[in-house]
């Protein structure tokens, strides 16, 4: 069974640093497109991020660009997105998901509709 369990998220201060993980069980991350999306309620799900380990690529939506890192720990089969520099404008749900490396090879990262595998959402709260 193919299952992402995301956690990490809470409550920061503008300018703070928090991890997000996404447990990947079912399935071999590394040779996959993994990606972060977020949303607010009541918007349009957005990129955040994505990876394809087995080919070294790495994406960014721009407004995360110099702050995020997406890596994957190959060992424990987990997806990391180190968020540093938050601000107000990152507060949203946090989902990781999965889709097959060829979404990554072809750059279509940002497409939602490409990804069947979906974690549940944690949250992050930036605030003064």
Known sequence: QLQLVGSGGGSVQPGGSLRLSCAASGFAAEENCMVWFRQVPGKKREEVAALYQRGRTTFYADPVKGRFTV??????????????????????????????????????????????????????????
């Open 71 to 128: 890596s994957l720990d190959n060992w424990q089969n987990v997806l990391i997105l180190k968020m540093n520099n938050l601000k107000v404008k990152d507060n949203a749900i946090y989902y990781c998901a999965r889709g097959p490396e060829l979404v990554c090879t072809v750059g279509s990262w940002w497409v939602e509709s490409n990804f069947a595998t979906w974690g549940q959402g944690t949250e992050v709260t930036v605030s003064s």
